[in-house]
């Protein structure tokens, strides 16, 4: 034990849920709501990055929690993804999921309960209260039973301040990875300008036609016995970045996926704001919510990059059915006339991203050569 370290248990040192719903007294039936759940995280920094509008009395049956500046959330299902978040906005009108536990400090720095929940210790312990396979959850109160270290309020602020500057840093390098995506955004431009206005009027063809849906034959990438399965929350919205690769026993898989490989071009049909396209730098299993397309006389990197453009992504988003989990119409998407400009340009393109691509990896690295030091920190001051 630390010098002056207490242990308690989180829900000690936690305001009861009580207080979180109570707060939802506060708003009438007609007064919008900024709806948070797991698709609002971004994994790579857990911060809040999309919200959902609704009128409160139309709002997801799951918006249960409201959460202001300095609550720390975590999701109660697959914990081992680590769908964590601070939330870092003082609007009074942030909803969140029931599948979250909101934590909201008493006498104790919320930071440093973020950091805590965020160790992987933490982690480690709840994934061995999860019951369930698929899908498994752990309770708000078994979360709220783990007893964590408690030391005093100087150290905490000392801790947390050592923390934040690891995590500084690597927010330094994820900008420069938003630069890069930029960059190579700016150079589809250059290129092609948008596909929907096509002001350099290339010939157009539809989707189903260049880019039908096509699974792959091939064999899924298999470690252990299990195999990689890619569902919507390993990936970032609008770089299409997967955030890591979980594997999965063929049971646990179930029937709802289809097949990938490195010839497709994933498409994300449902929330289509979020901008989830991938392209996949392996074989596996994927949600039927993801699309996998095979282009036909386009390369991936064409085709992805005209999927992820805001003109797009605007474009199809008012193409939709379903309230609280809008799908695109597909009729629209495969209808969609996608300018097909000449192979070569396009392979010129492909080589810029090809080094553009090489820049990121590196920074990647320099990322994750950063999370090994903070997660080694954390394992010091949380062990």
């Not at 947390?160 to 630069?179: F, H, K, S, Y």
Request: proline share 5%; with cysteine.
């Amino acid at each position: 034990m630390k010098h002056n370290w207490q242990y308690k248990k989180l829900g000690e040192i936690c305001h009861s849920k009580k207080d979180v719903l109570r707060a939802l007294s506060v708003f009438g039936k007609e007064d919008i709501i900024e709806y948070i759940d797991i698709s609002s995280i971004n994994r790579f920094n857990n911060i809040i990055t999309s919200t959902t509008n609704f009128i409160l009395s139309h709002a997801p049956s799951r918006a249960q929690q409201c959460v202001k500046d300095g609550d720390v959330i975590i999701s109660l299902v697959r914990p081992n993804l680590k769908n964590i978040a601070i939330i870092q906005d003082d609007r009074k009108n942030l909803v969140a999921s029931s599948g979250f536990c909101v934590l909201r400090g008493k006498d104790v720095l919320n930071k440093y309960i973020y950091y805590i929940v965020s160790s992987e210790k933490f982690t480690n312990i709840l994934v061995s209260k999860c019951a369930g396979a698929a899908y498994p959850a752990v309770k708000e109160e078994d979360i709220k039973d783990i007893i964590v270290p408690l030391p005093p309020l100087a150290e905490q602020e000392r801790i947390v301040a050592e923390l934040d500057r690891i995590n500084g840093v690597m927010e330094d390098c994820r900008q420069l990875l938003r630069t890069l995506d930029a960059l190579a955004q700016s150079l589809f431009y250059d290129s092609f300008g948008d596909p929907i206005t096509n002001p350099k009027a290339w010939p157009t063809q539809p989707l189903k036609q260049v880019a039908p849906a096509s699974s792959s034959k091939a064999e899924p990438e298999e470690s252990n016995g299990k195999f990689w399965l890619l569902n919507l929350d390993q990936v970032e919205s609008n770089s299409g970045r997967i955030i890591e690769k979980q594997f999965f026993s063929i049971q646990e898989i179930g029937a709802s996926t289809v097949l990938f490989d490195e010839n497709n071009v994933l498409y994300s049909k449902l929330r289509p704001y979020l901008n989830k396209v991938v392209i996949p730098n392996g074989r596996g299993y994927c949600t039927s919510e993801l699309i996998p397309l095979k282009p036909n006389n386009l390369l991936k990197e064409y085709l992805a990059y005209s999927l992820r453009l805001p003109e797009f992504v605007q474009y199809i988003s008012g193409k939709t059915g379903g309230a609280k989990m809008p799908r695109v119409k597909m009729n629209y998407f495969w209808d969609f006339q996608l300018p097909v400009p000449p192979l070569e340009l396009q392979q010129q393109f492909a080589r810029r991203i090809e080094a553009i691509e090489a820049q990121k990896k590196a920074v990647e690295k320099t990322i994750s050569t950063l999370q090994t030091l903070l997660d080694s920190r954390m394992d010091y001051w949380f062990n």
